[in-house]
């Protein structure tokens, strides 16, 4: 049974999980429940996979299938997982739904079609499809770098009345947009908006976020979850010092996202292998990743759990 509200879960820290891969790329099984332990003892409220640094759109039917359901059993009741459907069309992000629900995910996350230009009213039937495909709930991602085009602000306050809606996860960086999806707390206190861009994270908690879904929340939980109860308590000092040791922390994608799966083998939670076509990080720039965790405080023998 549950341990877990929803209230609590998106009020906290939600990393989006990389997704292990073993040397001949299939699902890292032994890995994601490494990695699923060392977040969770963390302090995290839940875990986020096959999104963008969960390399969802890259994946295989196989191996995200994989993926959902050691989540799933790592997560054994403790926090809910939420599944990406970060996909490019209505028709696979159905069948990717389907396919999430029947693995034990407790909630879809879904972002805007893409490839082919979209506007408020396409996005707005993407979503509402998902929902007809299943009955979880969903939570809406705003990520333009990925999908070329913003989730139209009229979309999400037409999905905002959906009940199953549970809220936003925005990692565009862009701090307007940011604040105008906070509005929407105004005419329903329930809909959560979540930060996904470590950049922002700091301002975004003190205007009025519910939480975080960041990347560094894979090597670095428990910085993460200390932003998170500073900023509740209206602790500038403390969320200046911890949002620093943050700007630090991204130099591990100085790679590009690549630079996760480096720094989680670094840990010793996963192996160093990225999604196709990507190559592993390597030589200096391996070097430099492990310097950035080691400047932190963050070894191979602290993440062992």
Known sequence: MASWTWEDALSGVIPPMISPLTKDHAADTHAVHSLA?????????????????GEGPWLSTMQRDA????????????????????????????????????????????????????GAADQQRHVEAVLQSAALPVLLYNIPQS??????????????SERRVLGIKDSWGDMPYFQSMLTLKLR???????????????????L???????????????????????????????????????????????SGLVGMHAACSILGLSENVPAEPWAPVTGEKLSTIETVLSRNGL??????V
């Open 37 to 53: 332990e060392y977040i969770l003892e963390g302090g995290c409220s839940g875990l986020f996979v096959l999104g963008g640094i």
């Open 67 to 118: 993926v959902i359901r050691a989540s799933v059993d790592a997560a054994a009741g403790r926090a809910p997982v939420l599944v990406g459907l970060m996909l490019p069309g209505t028709a696979p992000a159905r069948d990717a739904a389907k396919q999430a629900e029947a693995a034990g995910a407790d909630a879809l996350v879904v972002g805007s079609p893409y490839y082919f230009g979209v």
């Open 147 to 160: 999908t070329h085009v913003p989730l139209h602000p009229d979309a999400v306050a037409a999905l905002s």
């Open 188 to 206: 329903r206190p329930s809909f959560k908006v979540l930060q996904g861009n470590e950049y922002a994270a700091m301002g975004s908690l003190l």
């Open 208 to 254: 009025g976020a519910d939480g975080l879904i960041p990347g560094l929340g894979n090597v670095a939980p428990k910085v993460l979850v200390e932003l998170v109860r500073a900023a509740k308590t209206r602790d500038v000092t403390r969320c200046q010092e911890l949002h620093a040791q943050i700007l630090d922390l991204i130099g591990v994608y100085a």
């Open 299 to 304: 070894t191979a023998k602290l993440a062992a």
